[in-house]
């Protein structure tokens, strides 16, 4: 704190003597006037629409990517260990062929996605939403889908062995 209360102390002094340029680093003081004269004008309903928007869109990625890398992992396994039905083993060959997609979603730009997002949805609260899910839910699937395929196979057998149900492994 007390490191923190330093520098903030120095950069005052130094935009007040002229030492660094206040219009292009400002100052702690400059800022907090700001801050002020920006609470009059309700910045706290804009920060928290804007934690909602956000928040909310996380979330839906989150457990859609969950989901999704859930059925892909479930697929897979059921495939390795040939003890699926044909439904899954069909599952097996989706997750096969999306797999390169999710990949290439996740190296695609998603903020040039902005335009066509607004196309479809429209220019408000959703369209922020869905950039936040589309953020998101690429991201968690392939990170939650490569954390299911690192996971021991020893630790799984061990869990059957112990009688856990595949939904517990």
């Keep these: 704190a007390g490191v923190l209360v330093g520098l903030l102390l120095l950069w005052e002094i130094a935009a007040r003597l002229g030492w660094i340029d206040s219009f292009i680093m400002s100052s702690p003081s400059r800022i907090l006037d ?82 066509v997002i607004i196309i479809w949805v429209g220019a408000g609260t959703e369209a922020i939403i869905v950039m936040a899910v589309a953020i998101s839910m690429i991201v968690t699937v392939l990170e939650m889908l490569e954390g299911f395929r690192s996971t021991d196979p020893e630790l799984i057998r061990m869990a059957e062995t112990f009688g856990a149900s595949r939904q517990q492994i």
């Design 34 to 115: 700001t801050l002020f004269s920006l609470a009059d004008n309700q910045i706290l309903m804009h920060f928290s629409v804007t934690l909602y928007e956000t928040l909310t869109g996380f979330v839906i990625g989150a457990f859609g990517g969950l989901l999704l890398a859930i059925l892909l992992w479930t697929a897979l396994l059921c495939y390795a260990r040939m003890l699926c039905t044909m439904l899954l083993w069909q599952s097996e060959l989706v997750s096969k062929i999306l797999e390169p997609y999710l990949v290439v979603l996740n190296s695609l730009p998603k903020i040039a996605l902005g335009p």
